[in-house]
């Protein structure tokens, strides 16, 4: 049985054969280096993702914060919902403590990740 060749030739296509090379000063390439760590990705995807707008892996602690974030915004909305439909039960103490405790989760998360 014959393998399909167009599926080598786009592998072959894809493989990073070519170099490019850049002059840069030592204090530049410093600077695409700590940026490059401070993503935790390599000088060369740092570079990728910059230049041609390529989407990177999110490490599972941005990833969870993210959906954290997301959580909060949704219970956020629930909370706005209901005060807009029962603005005349609505205790306005009520809302500015929730308001509060959503305020002292994102405080948390953001301090979670530092």
Same mark, same amino acid.
């Given at each position: 049985m014959?393998?399909?060749?167009?599926? *080598? +030739?786009?592998? #072959? /296509? %894809?493989?990073?054969?070519?170099?490019? +090379? !850049?002059?840069?000063? $030592? &204090?530049?390439?410093?600077l695409?280096?700590? *940026?490059?760590? /401070?993503?935790?990705?390599?000088?060369?995807?740092?570079i990728?993702?910059?230049?041609? &707008?390529?989407?990177?892996? @999110?490490? $599972?602690?941005?990833?969870?914060?993210? #959906? @954290?974030?997301?959580? !909060?915004g =949704? &219970?956020? %909305? @629930?909370?706005?919902?209901?005060? %807009?439909?029962? +603005?005349? +039960? =609505?205790? =306005?103490?009520?809302?500015?403590?929730?308001?509060?405790d959503?305020?002292?989760?994102?405080? =948390?998360?953001?301090? *979670?990740? /530092?």
């Open positions: 014959r393998k399909n060749s167009s599926s *080598k +030739k786009e592998n #072959f /296509e %894809n493989r990073k054969t070519a170099w490019i +090379k !850049i002059r840069v000063t $030592p &204090n530049e390439k410093n695409l280096m700590q *940026k490059a760590n /401070e993503l935790g990705l390599s000088l060369t995807d740092f990728r993702v910059r230049t041609l &707008n390529y989407r990177v892996r @999110q490490d $599972p602690l941005i990833k969870e914060y993210l #959906f @954290q974030l997301a959580r !909060i =949704a &219970n956020l %909305n @629930q909370l706005a919902t209901w005060a %807009n439909i029962y +603005k005349s +039960k =609505a205790e =306005a103490l009520e809302v500015v403590l929730a308001l509060a959503f305020e002292k989760e994102l405080h =948390a998360l953001h301090h *979670k990740e /530092e």
